[in-house]
């Protein structure tokens, strides 16, 4: 088997694509958690404002979302090469695998932290007492995320 088999020249293209499904899902996922989440702050923050500061939870933990993104493609970005270097066709399928198992865990983690923050913010303006409880169910939301990137760690480093 020639080196040209073993390392095809379109085997990077996978791994580039590993690193852009990273970031564009997991960018989609906290975009879409943020929005989600400020409009329940905005339409909460005209009967109660005090609580402005205290609902900004949401909208932090859909930012981590786009961080364990940015993450995975930085590190897939960082070991890319010429296939003339041994850029094997396997290595780009665990790069991509990596970058759909971290773009889209985050992506459904935004969702989950984006109608839960939206719904909760409004929940805890009304009964303060929700707060611990919608916290909770946000660390739950935001843990999928969290998995998404074990896995794709995992699959960067085979």
Not at 110 to 125: H, M, N, P
């Amino acid at each position: 088997m020639s080196d040209t088999e073993k390392n095809p020249i379109y085997g990077p293209f996978f791994g580039v694509m590993g690193a852009s499904s990273a970031i564009v899902f997991s960018a989609l996922g906290a975009a879409y958690g943020t929005a989600k989440s400020g409009t329940g702050i905005a339409a909460m923050s005209v009967m109660r404002p005090e609580l402005i500061m205290k609902s900004i939870i949401p909208v932090v933990m859909a930012g981590i979302i786009a961080i364990y993104g940015l993450v995975v493609a930085v590190l897939i970005a960082g070991a890319l090469e010429e296939p003339s270097n041994g850029y094997s066709l396997y290595k780009g399928f665990l790069h991509l695998g990596a970058g759909l198992a971290v773009g889209f865990s985050g992506l459904a983690a935004g969702f989950a932290i984006g109608i839960v923050g939206d719904s909760g913010v409004r929940g805890t303006a009304q009964q303060p007492r929700l707060f611990v409880g919608m916290i909770l169910i946000l660390i739950f939301a935001e843990v999928l995320g969290l998995y998404g990137l074990i896995v794709a760690i995992y699959l960067y480093t085979k």
